[in-house]
């Protein structure tokens, strides 16, 4: 593992003219984020070395990372933390996040990933994994209790290993074989971490890969939040190609970028809800920011709605009975597998936490077998379409105090949004269901001063203008 020497300054604490005070690292279920210049070699091994003592292990620590300049630096310091505390650290490099789960999990062995996700570069964070998965609300309490800040105490000479790499290859060329032959992608490489692994892994499964648009800088590429400038060069990308489709992750490679042959994105809720069809789900469970059209398909005996985020949705999975087909996904197409489908080729065993490659190669999977263009199987879905954008460099406590505010005011919420409403829900943050059948979500995200909006609509257009309209008015009452 490359070394570092010395830890970051501090930020500056002034925050810019028009800009809200950034706001410190924060932990949770989800694992940590913050400013790099926050994430500092005490605070870091403070967390790493909490999570260590709260959990079991057999003196093994694996840890990956992803693309951002400031990986390294981190990840040296994890294996540091974990040295100083006697464990052996197998150092897994440069992989997807859910490739280094998968590795964790065969191994039984606990790991550290070294990601920021989607977020800009000039933030990081980490996120744990026990032996067996995702950590727990439990284990996030446990952590919290033990952290106290302190240097790394030790040197790590980390144990380099090729295994999560080959491992998450090999799940989907044994259950998939030759299944994409005779298809045509794009592939948008950016600066995911899976650039070149979802690359080769495409082409082992018979698909013809263009790579497009590496670049040699972090490029936060959300795939909720897709902008207009980077559909745009979809768009363009698809114009000239000729492609079955375009296809992308975000930074660390847990949720999926998919156009169709036009290059226009697909929400990733159809893109879950097209994976959970082709695997042969019998139960959905997803956050109830997903599209309705899922419960409209009949596809599936039930579908089970959670709070937004993974944890949330593996506590829904875990609660199945144990002869459901379960398969849970998030608006951001990440998806979850339950129970052991059957790949074209053979066996795709369980996979319980967030994975972009699964969505990617199911959904082409079908393409090649029906024959038919992405936009045909997603046309024969029923016609609810969503967006989502969101407000950035808002403090948490100011978009919890305004979705509160909203919450609580029937009369502050018609004056607010001008149409009347036929139902609210407050599973996660405030999502409103209108007379005229479009819904709005508002959400203070949990991991980034942000707000999130969703809506869905009975056309694309719709919720886009009605996402757009939204934010346009919260950041009016912010000026």
């Known amino acids: 593992m490359p070394r570092r020497r010395n830890s970051p300054n501090r930020c500056a604490s002034k925050a810019q003219k028009g800009k809200p005070l950034p706001e410190a690292p924060k932990f949770g279920t989800s694992g940590l984020r913050g400013r ?13 070395r909490a999570f260590l003592t709260a959990i079991p292990h057999d003196g093994r620590l694996m840890i990956g990372r992803d693309l951002r300049p400031s990986s390294t630096r981190i990840a040296a310091t994890v294996a540091d933390t974990a040295a100083g505390l006697g464990l052996t650290v197998l150092d897994c490099g440069e992989v997807p996040t859910p490739a280094l789960a998968l590795a964790a999990m065969t191994a039984a062995a606990p790991a550290v990933m070294v990601t920021g996700s989607h977020i800009p570069a000039d933030r990081n964070g ?48 044994r259950a998939y074989g030759a299944a994409l032959s005779g298809l045509s992608v794009g592939l948008y490489q950016h600066s995911s971490v899976a650039r ?42 698809a114009a000239k190609g000729g492609y079955d489709a375009i296809l ?39 956050p109830v920011s997903s599209n309705t059209m899922i419960e409209a398909t009949g596809a599936f005996a039930t579908t089970l709605r959670t709070r937004i985020g ?32 059957q790949g074209p080729a053979g066996p795709l065993p ?43 460099n808002v403090p948490t406590d ?22 009347t409403e036929t139902a609210t829900d407050r599973t996660d943050g405030l999502r409103i269901s209108f007379a005229d059948g479009t819904i709005l979500h508002l959400r203070p995200s949990g991991n980034a001063p942000e707000l999130r909006c969703y809506a869905e609509a009975g056309d694309a257009p719709a919720a886009t203008a009605l996402v757009a ?7 009016a009452l912010r000026t």
């Open 350 to 392: 369980p996979l319980m936490t967030r994975d972009a490659f699964l969505p990617i190669i199911a959904t082409l999977a079908e393409v090649a077998r029906q024959g038919k263009p992405l936009s045909q199987l997603i046309a024969a879905l029923p016609a609810r379409h969503t967006a989502s954008d969101r407000l950035e």
């Open 196 to 237: 070149d692994l979802l690359a080769e892994v495409l082409a082992a499964l018979g698909a013809k890969v263009t790579p497009l648009g590496r670049s040699d800088h972090f490029v936060p590429l959300d795939t909720e939040a897709v902008s207009a400038e980077t559909r745009k060069t979809l768009a363009d990308w």
């Open 310 to 341: 993974s944890p949330f949705v593996i506590a829904g999975m875990e609660a199945q009975p144990e002869s459901a087909k379960t398969v849970g996904f998030e608006a951001n197409g990440g998806v979850l597998l339950g129970f052991t489908a």
């Open 469 to 475: 309209d939204t934010l346009a008015r919260i950041a």
């Open 126 to 173: 980490l996120k744990f994994y026990t032996a067996t998965g995702e950590i727990t609300k439990a284990d996030e309490a446990a952590i919290l209790a033990g952290f106290r800040e302190a240097p790394p105490g030790a040197t790590a000479r980390p144990e380099v290993t090729p295994a999560a790499r080959h491992t998450y290859a090999a799940r989907y060329t």
């Open 36 to 48: 790099v210049c926050d994430l500092t070699d005490p605070l870091c091994a403070g967390y790493v």
């Open 248 to 286: 992308s992750t975000d930074g660390d490679a847990d949720r999926p970028l998919v156009t169709d042959a036009t290059g226009r994105v697909i929400p990733g809720d159809v893109i879950g809800t097209l994976t959970a069809m082709a695997l042969g789900a019998e139960t959905v469970v997803t």
């Open 398 to 419: 100011w978009s919890h105090a305004f979705v509160a505010g909203l919450s609580d005011d029937a009369a502050r919420r018609a004056a607010f949004f001008g149409a």
